[in-house]
């Protein structure tokens, strides 16, 4: 049974840091390229950022480009996002899931797997 599981979480104050661990069971992560997403109350999912299989491109959402990284960990089968210099605007659920990842963007479809997100708030 695949299973994708964020953590990292929590709330962190504006200009202070995060890193979110999306972590799998059931793939191996390294062969799939993995997204990471946002969605704050109101608001429809974004795509935020993307690792593309094998540690191909990645891609940034504009408003993220410069503030957040995403990686992989091969051995220990997780994704990372790190995220420093919060704003309070980035607060949201944040999800990974397995996507089609390029430098320009991501996609995904009903075939893909999503963790259950974990919740980010940015607030003084």
């Known amino acids: 049974q695949v299973r994708l599981v964020e953590s990292g979480g929590g709330l962190a104050q504006p200009g202070g840091s995060l890193r979110l661990s999306c972590a799998a069971s059931g793939l191996y992560l390294y062969y799939y390229g993995i997204g990471w997403f946002r969605q704050a109350p109101g608001k429809d999912r974004e795509g935020v950022s993307c690792?593309?299989?094998?540690?191909?491109?990645?891609y940034y959402l504009s408003d993220v480009k410069g503030r957040f990284s995403v990686s992989r960990d091969k051995d220990k089968n997780t994704v990372y996002l790190q995220m420093n210099n919060l704003k309070p605007e980035d607060t949201a659920i944040y999800y990974c899931?397995?996507?089609?990842?390029?430098?320009?963007?991501?996609?995904?479809?009903?075939?893909?797997?999503w963790g259950q997100g974990t919740q980010v708030t940015i607030s003084s």
């Open positions: 899931a397995t996507v089609i990842c390029a430098e320009n963007g991501l996609g995904y479809d009903d075939n893909d797997y």
């Open positions: 690792i593309s299989s094998k540690d191909g491109p990645k």
